[in-house]
């Protein structure tokens, strides 16, 4: 059964998919609100909040505790550093497999996944170490 989305809904449906990357809530307010397509703060993040419930979109949670969203189109993976904020998205799925046992075990209807790894990349590790042989 196909869901009836809201007007709301349907403008950022759309709008995640024209600009393909991930958004912050915020920022797909301001950017809507430029295009005159009037909504509140309040709509927007309701919206989302029933989006994300369906499965129609992804969110991935940043260190800082900010959301970003995006369409669904593929998992995602990453690895995050938590002094520069750099990520680095991985290619390849390592948890694809697992994904099928989980359906398969517990008849858990998955829509998407993310797996990110959190650290130092190595410009950042490389820094520290520095501080650390300078404060010796």
Request: with cysteine; charged share 25%; aromatic share 8%.
């Amino acid at each position: 059964m196909k869901t009836q989305h809201t007007r709301s809904q349907k403008r950022i449906l759309n709008f995640l998919q024209s600009v393909n990357r991930a958004i912050s809530a915020q920022d797909i307010y301001v950017e809507l609100r430029s295009q005159n397509q009037g909504m509140s703060l309040a709509t927007v993040y309701r919206a989302l909040e029933a989006l994300k419930r369906e499965g129609a979109l992804q969110v991935r949670m940043l260190p800082n505790g900010e959301s970003l969203y995006s369409s669904v189109h593929q998992d995602k993976h990453h690895l995050t550093c938590l002094k520069c904020g750099k990520s680095i998205s991985l290619d390849k799925c390592p948890v694809q497999e697992l994904e099928t046992q989980l359906h398969n075990s517990y008849k858990f209807k998955i829509f998407y996944h993310t797996l990110e790894f959190f650290g130092l990349c190595s410009q950042c590790e490389a820094a520290e170490v520095s501080n650390d042989t300078e404060d010796q």
